[in-house]
C-alpha cells in the first residue's frame, strides 16, 4: 500500500463548479498533511496545510482532514480555468519526512 | 513567499560531465531537499538534510551526491553524467519545528537538466 494516494485523474469540472480532489494516507500517526499546486513545468506550490480534524477555509479553497478515516480532501469553489494543474498531496509520517502523492490533473472546462 | 533559488535554471550537457546543481535558501531553514521528477510524474526524494554536516539519502537510488557545509546551501553533484540523469530537480527546504505553519515545505524553481 501506498503512504500517500490520490486518484491520478485527470478530473473535468467545468467552470464555475465545485472541484473535490481526496487523498488517503496509510500511517496513522500523521499530523501534517499539505495540498500543493503545481502547474506543467512549473515547481509546486503551497496552496493549504492542515494539521487538526475538520474543515479549514482560505478563500476558494477548503481543506477537509478526518484522520479517523485517514482521508484528506481539498474542494475548490467556482472553479476557473487557471486551476487547472495536478495538485499534489503531501503527508507528513511517523518518521518526519513528508512523503508526496502522485497528483490528480484537473482540468477545468471553459 | 518563499525565498529559495536555484541555478542553473536550464542545462544542456554532454554525457560523462560533471555538474553541480545549485540551491540556495534565505529563510535560515534547517532541513533541505533534493527531489526529482520526469514530466507528469511523480516526485522522488533523492537526497535531504536535517542541517549542516547532515546529509542523508532519500528513497530514490540516486548516483548524485550532495553536501551541507552551510545552512544556507545545499548543492547536488553529479560527478560523471549520463542521459538516464535527464530529469528536473527540485530542491525545497522547511523549518526544523514542528508545528503549525512552521513545517511547511517551498520549493524552487527546479532545474531542468538533459544529458546527450
Known amino acids: 500500500q501506498k503512504e500517500v494516494e490520490q486518484n491520478s485523474g485527470p478530473l473535468s469540472v467545468p467552470e464555475g463548479a465545485i472541484a473535490s480532489l481526496n487523498c488517503t494516507y496509510s500511517d496513522r500517526v500523521s499530523q501534517s498533511f499539505f495540498w500543493y499546486r503545481q502547474y506543467s513545468g512549473k515547481s509546486p506550490e503551497l496552496i493549504m496545510s492542515i494539521y487538526s480534524n475538520g474543515d479549514k477555509e482560505d478563500g476558494r479553497f477548503t481543506a477537509q482532514l478526518n484522520k479517523a478515516s485517514q482521508y484528506v480532501s481539498l474542494l475548490i469553489r467556482d472553479s476557473q480555468p487557471s486551476d487547472s494543474a495536478t495538485y499534489l498531496c503531501?503527508?507528513?509520517?511517523?518518521?518526519?519526512?513528508?512523503?508526496f502523492g502522485k497528483g490528480t490533473r484537473l482540468h477545468i472546462l471553459p | 513567499e518563499a525565498d529559495i533559488y536555484q541555478t542553473p535554471r536550464y542545462l544542456v550537457i554532454g554525457t560523462g560531465k560533471k555538474i553541480t546543481l545549485e540551491c540556495s535558501q534565505t529563510?535560515?531553514?534547517?532541513?533541505m531537499y533534493w527531489y526529482q521528477q520526469d514530466p507528469g510524474m511523480e516526485l522522488h526524494l533523492i537526497h535531504y538534510?536535517?542541517?549542516?554536516?547532515?546529509?542523508e539519502k532519500g528513497d530514490l537510488s540516486s548516483e548524485s551526491t550532495v553536501s551541507r557545509i552551510r545552512t544556507e546551501h545545499f548543492p547536488l553533484t553529479l560527478e560523471s553524467a549520463r542521459p538516464s540523469h535527464t530529469s528536473q530537480y527540485l530542491c525545497?527546504?522547511?523549518?526544523?519545528?514542528?508545528?503549525?505553519?512552521?513545517?511547511?515545505?517551498?520549493f524552487g524553481p527546479g532545474t531542468r537538466l538533459t544529458v546527450l
Open positions: 525545497a527546504s522547511s523549518d526544523i519545528h514542528r508545528g503549525q505553519g512552521t513545517d511547511t515545505q517551498y
Open positions: 503531501a503527508v507528513r509520517n511517523r518518521d518526519d519526512k513528508i512523503i
Open positions: 538534510s536535517y542541517g549542516v554536516n547532515s546529509t
Open positions: 529563510m535560515g531553514h534547517d532541513k
